[in-house]
């Protein structure tokens, strides 16, 4: 089946740092790849997602690649705010296959 | 205009007692989950139901039923509540087409004493 491991948190950064959240995959057949963003207090919200290799997904500043050679679809972005302090989900599957997440990193931005 | 709303917010209960959360999405979608998240924030699927019919079951005690009474809502009953029940559920809804992501409410979180 399908499963996504990233990296374990918290990642704390000063203001306008660069920021990786890394993600890799396994998978069968061709699923596609999703990062969500949990601000506290809210459900998770779609953050971007790319549906086939060499696909980039961007959004608000971040972006992340669909890398088939090396199963990863790491999270980056170049200047991190204060307001991107929130828990970050990797995840595989989508339409009629079910979606699965990873644990989860908390990043922690401090000005 | 909220697109997928569940009540209550908060559910402080007892042991021993049945409880239900309720979801409703006005989204137009298919499909609709039912997810966990314990305290270390991990996310796990509980229920997917498409066009009320229930198509993902995972492992999850019987205490726990999902009911769809149609394809806007789905709502959690659980019975004789527990204490490793207590986390935050999240209702999600999506369309069936290929790729389509999540859209999720904002949790309900189960206190269980």
């Known amino acids: 089946g399908n499963s996504v491991t990233q990296m374990e948190g918290p990642v704390t950064l000063s203001e306008e740092a660069f920021l990786t959240i890394n993600c890799t995959y396994t998978?069968?057949?061709?699923?596609?790849l999703f990062w969500y963003v949990q601000y506290p207090g809210e459900g998770l919200q779609l953050l971007l997602k790319?549906?086939?290799?060499?696909d980039k997904g961007s959004n608000k500043g971040f972006e992340a690649t669909y890398r088939k050679e090396t199963t990863s679809f790491h999270l980056e972005k170049g200047s991190v705010q204060v307001s991107d302090s929130a828990v970050y989900f990797c995840a595989i599957g989508g339409g009629t296959d079910k979606l699965i997440f990873g644990t989860g990193t908390r990043l922690q931005v401090f000005p | 205009d909220t697109a997928v709303s569940q009540t209550p917010k908060y559910l402080v209960t007892q042991m021993g007692n049945d409880k239900s959360i309720k979801c409703e999405q006005n989204l137009g979608h298919d499909t609709m989950y039912w997810y966990k998240q314990d305290s270390k924030k991990f996310l796990k699927i509980m229920f997917s139901?498409?066009?009320?019919?229930?198509?993902i079951n995972e492992t999850v005690p019987n205490r726990f039923s999902p009911k769809s009474p149609d394809k806007a809502h789905l709502n959690l009953h659980i019975n004789s509540l527990e204490l490793g029940d207590s986390a935050v559920y999240f209702c999600a809804s999506s369309s069936r087409q290929g790729n389509s992501p999540l859209h999720f409410g904002n949790g309900t979180r189960l206190t269980v004493t």
């Open positions: 790319a549906t086939k290799a060499d």
């Open positions: 998978a069968t057949g061709y699923p596609s």
């Open positions: 139901y498409n066009n009320k019919e229930l198509i």
